[in-house]
């Protein structure tokens, strides 16, 4: 057994990927595991990640047959960790030298605490800034950090117990969006979540897939619906799935505004079925009396109402200038 499983799944992650594992193998905590995927990379991803396999014994290669995305790596990853903790790092980001050291002190010393958030850094070619946390705490309890995560006052970078990861694996239920569920059922598990002084350094630049506009955007919709599913099937408290629902109501609002505004994305047709389909889903009952006052997010019980309010909700921000 190693201490820390880090998992590392990477597509033609060629130009920063020698980068990020320098970071792992020169950790000042030496007990670990690296599992890296290559999700049927095209560039020179394959070749160097077979050199660090051979320079260091603690670095495993797995390869998918086809690219499938990052959560499908991950699970492969999971599968063959033997770390007492997990954690994973993105191909082009890396780690300060004893950031697995700091998390594994933490989790060490409070048995209660299943997650441990490293201190998130954001960098480019040209400067470095810390992740704008909305939150003065350092410890929260599960369904805090759960609550936490939904608009991301905290962050989703973190190091847990490898029980978690065995018991919720990466949701592959769409490409983008659904591995945050991964994380925030982690949270929501995991007794409390601290933070600790190790730090995640994340690059960015221009061609993250999240910041692209596509159809693929209308995932979250789709994320949502399996998150939703799986805190019914563990017969979560009212309160969380409360909690969800709403979430659920604002994002679904947000989506159905984003289309109008590209409608290129996706046809008529197909974006009402799909807006419907989650409408539909939504546990209303559950929704906070309070949005049947807030115009744009009005519960109407009939679609058709709830989505012409929605075009003149959009059509009011745009001829404000909003």
């Given at each position: 057994?190693?201490?820390?499983?880090?998992?590392?799944?990477?597509?033609?992650?060629?130009?920063?990927?020698?980068?990020?594992?320098?970071?792992?193998?020169?950790?000042t905590?030496r007990?670990?595991?690296?599992?890296?995927?290559?999700?049927?990379?095209?560039?020179?991803?394959?070749?160097?990640?077979s050199?660090y396999?051979?320079?260091?014994?603690?670095?495993?290669?797995?390869?998918?047959a086809?690219?499938?995305?990052?959560?499908?790596?991950?699970?492969?990853?999971?599968?063959?960790a033997?770390?007492?903790?997990?954690?994973?790092?993105?191909?082009?980001?890396?780690?300060?030298?004893?950031?697995?050291?700091?998390a594994?002190?933490?989790?060490?010393?409070?048995?209660?605490?299943?997650?441990?958030?490293l201190?998130?850094?954001?960098?480019?070619?040209?400067?470095?800034?810390?992740?704008?946390?909305?939150?003065?705490?350092?410890?929260?309890?599960?369904?805090?950090?759960?609550?936490?995560?939904?608009?991301?006052?905290?962050?989703?970078?973190?190091?847990?117990?490898?029980?978690?990861?065995?018991?919720?694996?990466?949701?592959?239920?769409?490409?983008?969006?659904?591995?945050?569920?991964?994380?925030?059922?982690?949270?929501?598990n995991?007794?409390?979540?601290r933070?600790?002084?190790?730090?995640?350094?994340?690059?960015?630049?221009?061609g993250?897939?999240?910041?692209?506009?596509?159809?693929?955007?209308?995932?979250?919709?789709e994320?949502?619906?399996?998150?939703?599913?799986q805190?019914?099937?563990?017969?979560?408290?009212?309160?969380?799935?409360?909690i969800?629902?709403?979430?659920?109501?604002?994002?679904?609002?947000g989506?159905?505004?984003?289309?109008?505004r590209?409608?290129?994305?996706?046809?008529?047709?197909?974006a009402?079925e799909?807006?419907?389909?989650?409408?539909?889903?939504?546990?209303?009952?559950?929704?906070?009396?309070?949005?049947?006052?807030?115009?744009?997010?009005?519960?109407?019980?009939?679609?058709?109402?709830?989505?012409?309010?929605?075009?003149?909700?959009?059509?009011?921000?745009?001829l404000?200038?909003?």
């Amino acid at each position: 057994m190693s201490r820390v499983t880090v998992l590392v799944a990477a597509y033609n992650a060629q130009k920063y990927l020698g980068e990020c594992l320098d970071s792992l193998t020169a950790q000042t905590i030496r007990d670990i595991q690296i599992v890296c995927i290559d999700d049927a990379s095209t560039d020179s991803t394959s070749d160097i990640l077979s050199g660090y396999a051979r320079a260091d014994s603690r670095v495993t290669v797995l390869r998918c047959a086809v690219n499938s995305g990052q959560a499908v790596a991950r699970n492969m990853g999971i599968e063959v960790a033997d770390g007492d903790y997990i954690t994973m790092v993105d191909a082009d980001d890396r780690l300060s030298a004893d950031a697995l050291e700091q998390a594994v002190k933490v989790l060490d010393a409070n048995p209660d605490t299943g997650s441990v958030l490293l201190s998130l850094v954001y960098f480019d070619n040209e400067s470095c800034r810390p992740y704008p946390m909305r939150t003065s705490k350092s410890v929260w309890s599960g369904q805090e950090a759960f609550e936490l995560s939904l608009d991301w006052s905290i962050h989703g970078l973190y190091v847990s117990r490898i029980e978690l990861f065995r018991r919720y694996p990466y949701d592959t239920s769409c490409r983008l969006f659904s591995d945050d569920n991964t994380t925030r059922m982690h949270f929501l598990n995991s007794g409390t979540v601290r933070l600790c002084d190790g730090i995640y350094y994340y690059r960015q630049h221009g061609g993250s897939m999240t910041n692209s506009m596509s159809a693929l955007r209308l995932d979250l919709l789709e994320a949502n619906t399996s998150m939703a599913r799986q805190l019914r099937e563990e017969n979560q408290d009212r309160s969380v799935l409360a909690i969800f629902e709403k979430e659920r109501w604002v994002n679904l609002t947000g989506i159905c505004g984003l289309w109008l505004r590209n409608k290129e994305i996706l046809d008529r047709e197909k974006a009402m079925e799909r807006f419907r389909k989650v409408w539909k889903d939504i546990d209303r009952s559950l929704l906070p009396a309070s949005l049947k006052f807030k115009f744009g997010y009005i519960p109407f019980h009939f679609f058709g109402l709830y989505f012409l309010q929605i075009e003149f909700y959009f059509l009011l921000r745009r001829l404000l200038g909003k």
